[in-house]
């Protein structure tokens, strides 16, 4: 590896060419090349990558794909797929890609598939039994709700993907997910449920995180205060955890466990038995083929050459936008409404994988590693932030997602969304100049000293960039292949940064604080071990809490 990723010559070379290239508005670049979009785009499958609305050109892409060859991507994603340490700061494989594979993934010398294949299996058998009505409640009724309690990785996937595919619940039982701490997230969801029908998963890789296990207790006591025993929790309560003692130690029979693995990222485990609350929902089989969609895009990433592969297309245009174009935030705007959950999901994906400042090898970095990830779905963004996108003066970036067919027959509500779509995205490009601005308004007679004064705040700079995935129709195997698009593009990126996207050291002084804090809630004394500020907010808080 090159001593510093920004004096090397692929990035210089990338430099060099951002000053060309800054000059160019994207409407130019378009009127150039009347092949723009059939040059900047790529298909896989129903799926269909436009970067054509991006700053670049020919050159571009060849010195993006120079970089990715500099950095050794090619051989960084041969050691994920062979399964390598490569999370090395934790000292483990990443292998979510071994969760949706067919053929034998090793890790310290051993095949994982057996394994992956025994847990699925035990998720089938399970899944089919609760939605035939063999695993029953207490009152011998079948389950109607499911509440997987989790949080993080052990939330978001699970949340993103059942609302995602909505058009294909079973019926047969709804999803629920408390993962705040807040009182406010579990009593809400209880307060509709049956304790009679209601099955409860305890989701956590880790089984120690605080607001997970709170949760769970706080469950159990609501379980047991309504009509539930201790005897019949373990038809209730089914855990899915890499941490078997502690599972046993929180009162839930092993036999009632799922287990999962190390070499499992909690923000890449949707694919594990984190995934039962979504099986639960949209049937086993459905899951398979969420499964298979991600298995379509791990194969297509592992052997497709570079400038053909999604994921590291989608990669470099990021690493092109943030380290040389100076985007600082990226949203995520869906035309879909089952995408609602996607940008959150993609936030924690993109922001806990690769917000770090240091390289493998722990020295700081001199460039950016990442934007923050926000978004909303279509049309309701636009009538809330797309002004700033227009015409304020932050740089931003877009991501947008739409199916070509709903599965909601609504009048002409598609062709309509989609209409905002291809209306944002040319607008966002080509803007509005100063003398279209004019000729409109002369056009609707406004006297001249008016259209003076108006034009400036009508004008739109465009050249703002985007990329567009449209796709057939939101399936199982469609949103596999798009999630997994995603988590390796994040690869791509963090290959490129020379950092772990893996690990989340980030995460953990606020959790040591705050269970220090817990204690001193509890005092009936005058905090004064913290800065001013946090004394005198714990403080106010002592003095006006409800006890
Ligand atoms: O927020 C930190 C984190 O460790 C995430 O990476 C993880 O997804 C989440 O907490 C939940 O962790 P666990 O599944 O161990 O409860």
Redesign the pocket.
Known sequence: MIESLTKSPAWQALKSHHSFIEQQHLRVLFAQDSQRFEKFSVRFGDLLLDFSKQRVTDETMKLLFQLATQQKLNDWIAQMFRGEKINSTENRAALHIALRAEQAVTTEGSDVLPAVKQVLQQMESFTKAVLHGEHRGYSDLPFTDVVNI?????DLGPVMVTNALKPYWTGKMTPHFVSNIDGAHLAETLKSLNPATTLFVI???????QE?IANAHAARTWFLAHGGTEKTIARHFVAVSTNREAVEQFGIDPANMFIFWDWV???Y?LWSAIGLPIALTIGMQHFYDLLSGAREMDQHFLTTPLAKNLPVILGLIGVWQINFQGVTSHAILPYDQSLHRFPAYLQ?LEM?SNGKSVTRDGSSVDYSTGTVVWGESGTNGQHAFYQLLHQGTPTVTADFLAPCQSHYAVNHHHELLLANFFAQTEALMRGKSAEEVSAELLSQNYPLDEIKELTPHRVFAGNHTTTSILFKKLNPKTLGSLIALYEHKVFVQSVIWNINPFD?WG?ELGKQLASKIVAELRSGQEETAHDASTNGLINYFKENRNL
Do not use: D, N, P, Y
């Open positions: 989790g949080i993080g990785g052990s989701a956590s890789k880790t089984f120690t995180t997970t990222g909690g923000r485990s924690q806990e989340q995460v």
